[in-house]
């Protein structure tokens, strides 16, 4: 079972900030929270990955509480390419490979 | 570099067919997977390897089959098709299963049994 908890659907409006929240209560010390987004019908796409500290790259910030329980991705002007299903997963430990979980689909909205 | 690729990229069998799903990567990723998307789901892992000569099982295993005999290929095979197979099948690989764990897919199969 995916370790996090998304909520299904947000809206955004084209231009605005979109905040994407994760509940991750039961991570564990030694695991990254990881950010990917599926656009349509392809492949997922790596975001960003983040252990304690805030991170930001060309695509995204992602701000992670100080007890690890809950992250939120930003992305900082949405745009309609943005529209996609963005995943949220706590991993791996140890040779665990990454659960999927089903994530938030994002609408931007013109 | 091309990445993950998959072949075909559309495939329709009839109940009982077998074939096998091609994946490669030219990356000399260690780390190897194939996941399921089955419509409005996400995705399911079906098998992973962590290198050549080893693999195993992931959430749903049963009726597929997979080797590792290099580092670049992971072909994965069904073995009598059934309907409830019917899905988008995704490769993907990374450099390893450490504590950084950028995984790349492929562009999907889509398979359709009838």
């Known amino acids: 079972d995916a370790k996090t908890t998304q909520p299904p659907s947000m809206d955004c409006a084209e231009g605005r900030a979109a905040n994407l929240p994760c509940n991750h209560s039961?991570?564990?010390?030694?695991?990254?929270v990881y950010w990917y987004r599926q656009i349509h019908s392809q492949g997922p796409q790596y975001i960003i990955h983040?252990?304690?500290n805030n991170e930001t790259n060309e695509m995204a910030s992602l701000i992670i509480t100080e007890d690890r329980k809950s992250s939120t991705l930003i992305l900082p002007h949405a745009t309609l390419r943005d529209t996609a299903v963005y995943y949220c997963i706590v991993g791996p430990s140890g040779n665990t490979p990454l659960v999927f979980g089903k994530g938030t689909r994002l609408s931007v909205i013109a | 570099n091309a990445g993950v690729t998959q072949t075909p990229k559309f495939q329709v069998l009839k109940t009982g067919q077998s074939m096998t799903l091609q994946c490669a990567q030219d990356m000399n990723h260690e780390y190897m997977s194939w996941y399921r998307q089955d419509p409005g789901m996400g995705l399911r892992l079906i098998h992973y390897s962590v290198g050549a000569g080893i693999t195993d099982q992931g959430e749903v295993p049963n009726g597929y089959n997979v080797s590792r005999s290099t580092t670049e290929d992971f072909p994965l095979r069904l073995l009598s098709a059934a309907p409830s197979q019917t899905s988008v099948y995704f490769c993907?690989?990374?450099?390893?299963?450490?504590?950084?764990?950028?995984?790349?897919f492929g562009p999907g199969t889509r398979l359709t049994v009838l």
């Open positions: 039961t991570i564990s010390g030694n695991e990254y």
């Open positions: 983040g252990l304690k």
């Open positions: 993907a690989s990374s450099y390893s299963l450490g504590r950084y764990n950028e995984q790349f």
